[in-house]
């Protein structure tokens, strides 16, 4: 007889992968006017890895995909969901490409754009997944090369981003079991759309007849009112899928929230309580790689030792949307690719 509860989902494979190219603050500040000292104290990040010409989206993801697979100790999944904002290209979506790379056969596959909190829309779209009876395992991806939509000459969003990918297989379990997602929380407000944003090239801004130009293709944000919007929502969210889980907030050992300024990563730690010990940080690395940044960041945390089997997890993010989230998962015992 069937169960009368949708499976839960149960995380059972992690990778990740970053481009080899490391791009130091010094090398920034040689031509952009900014400096090491500035981006360090204002954010925490020390370097970033960018795409070499000619790499795209769907590269960086393939990477990090198989290498989930191989810590799932599989080379199939029944369905494949990408988080992204930076596809390969406008039309059509990455997904299908990448499952075909992979050899997964005419499986399920779509991009899901959330901007930053994109990974954790992908999750709860896998969840569904799982729980509607489509796939018995599913991979997500979070991938994204903003090094493609920076603006060279803008030193507010050039010194934050960096390119990767990274991935989880989920797949059909119980809510008892070492790696078992949830609950998930996720939420939206379209009313601060223009405070992160590509301006031009979607169908309120196309290319401009007559010439090949877009008047504004860069991504753009407002830093300072998305600062404070990203600390209460990734807190509030946080705060909300502990006490469901039945942990608390004083129950989490581990905070890994999506890495975009230090400074907010320990404003978010101190509104919830959480001593800054309990929140991983993993920018000063990587900076700010957008849908790849909560895989990336639990696959760091994973392979230094920062988390262990049976640890008590909270995810969150905050992206253009507006839009954030949180997870909370019990660590299992995988070894992150
Ligand atoms: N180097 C030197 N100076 C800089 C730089 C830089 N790289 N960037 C900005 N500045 C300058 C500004 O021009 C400004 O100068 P002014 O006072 O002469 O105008 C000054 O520094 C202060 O700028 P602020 O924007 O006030 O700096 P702030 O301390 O707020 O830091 C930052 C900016 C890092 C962007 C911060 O606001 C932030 O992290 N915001 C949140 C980002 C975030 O959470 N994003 C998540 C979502 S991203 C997504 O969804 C894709």
């Given at each position: 007889?069937?169960?009368?509860?949708?499976?839960?989902?149960?995380?059972?494979?992690?990778?990740?992968?970053l481009?080899?190219?490391i791009?130091t603050?010094?090398?920034?500040?040689?031509?952009?006017?900014?400096?090491?000292?500035?981006?360090?104290?204002?954010?925490g990040i020390g370097r970033r890895h960018?795409?070499?010409?000619?790499?795209?989206?769907?590269?960086?993801?393939?990477?990090?995909?198989?290498?989930?697979?191989?810590?799932?100790?599989?080379?199939?999944?029944?369905?494949?969901?990408?988080?992204?904002?930076?596809?390969?290209?406008?039309?059509?979506?990455?997904?299908?490409?990448?499952?075909?790379?992979?050899?997964?056969?005419?499986?399920?596959?779509?991009?899901?754009?959330?901007?930053?909190?994109?990974?954790?829309?992908?999750?709860?779209?896998?969840?569904?997944?799982?729980?509607?009876?489509?796939?018995?395992?599913?991979?997500?991806?979070?991938?994204?090369?903003?090094?493609?939509?920076?603006?060279?000459?803008?030193?507010?969003?050039?010194?934050?981003?960096g390119?990767g990918?990274?991935?989880?297989?989920?797949?059909?379990?119980?809510?008892?079991?070492?790696?078992?997602?949830?609950?998930?929380?996720?939420?939206?407000?379209?009313?601060?759309?223009?405070?992160?944003?590509?301006?031009?090239?979607?169908?309120?801004?196309?290319?401009?007849?007559?010439?090949?130009?877009?008047?504004?293709?860069?991504?753009?944000?407002?830093?300072?009112?998305?600062?404070?919007?990203?600390?209460?929502?990734?807190?509030?969210?946080?705060?909300?899928?502990?006490?469901?889980?039945?942990?608390?907030?004083?129950?989490?050992?581990?905070?890994?929230?999506?890495q975009?300024?230090?400074?907010?990563?320990?404003?978010?730690?101190?509104?919830?309580?959480?001593?800054?010990?309990?929140?991983?940080v993993h920018l000063d690395r990587v900076g700010?790689t957008?849908?790849?940044?909560?895989?990336l960041a639990?696959?760091d945390?994973?392979?230094?030792?920062?988390?262990?089997?049976?640890?008590?997890?909270?995810?969150?993010?905050?992206?253009?949307?507006?839009?954030?989230?949180?997870?909370?998962?019990?660590?299992?015992?995988?070894?992150?690719?």
């Open positions: 007889m069937a169960s009368a509860h949708p499976p839960t989902p149960v995380l059972c494979g992690l990778g990740g992968w481009p080899p190219r791009v603050n010094e090398e920034l500040s040689r031509g952009l006017d900014t400096s090491d000292t500035w981006i360090r104290t204002r954010t960018v795409a070499e010409p000619g790499t795209a989206t769907s590269d960086l993801a393939v990477e990090a995909a198989r290498r989930a697979l191989k810590s799932a100790g599989t080379d199939h999944a029944d369905a494949l969901i990408l988080a992204t904002t930076t596809p390969d290209r406008p039309c059509p979506a990455t997904a299908p490409l990448i499952a075909a790379e992979l050899g997964l056969g005419t499986v399920p596959a779509l991009d899901v754009g959330a901007v930053c909190t994109g990974f954790l829309y992908a999750l709860a779209t896998g969840a569904g997944f799982l729980a509607a009876g489509l796939a018995g395992t599913v991979l997500v991806v979070g991938a994204d090369t903003y090094s493609r939509i920076l603006d060279p000459a803008d030193r507010s969003t050039r010194a934050l981003f390119d990918a990274g991935a989880v297989v989920l797949r059909a379990g119980t809510a008892d079991e070492p790696g078992a997602l949830g609950p998930l929380v996720l939420a939206s407000d379209g009313t601060g759309a223009d405070l992160i944003r590509v301006p031009s090239g979607g169908s309120r801004d196309p290319v401009r007849p007559g010439t090949a130009h877009l008047s504004d293709p860069y991504f753009r944000m407002e830093g300072k009112k998305v600062f404070r919007n990203a600390v209460e929502r990734m807190a509030a969210a946080s705060r909300q899928v502990a006490e469901r889980r039945g942990w608390g907030v004083e129950g989490i050992d581990l905070l890994v929230a999506h975009a300024n230090v400074r907010i990563l320990y404003a978010v730690a101190d509104l919830l309580g959480l001593p800054r010990s309990r929140c991983h700010n957008a849908a790849a940044s909560v895989p639990l696959a945390a994973a392979a230094g030792g920062a988390l262990r089997p049976g640890d008590r997890v909270v995810t969150c993010a905050f992206g253009g949307g507006l839009t954030w989230g949180a997870a909370a998962l019990n660590w299992p015992g995988i070894s992150p690719h």
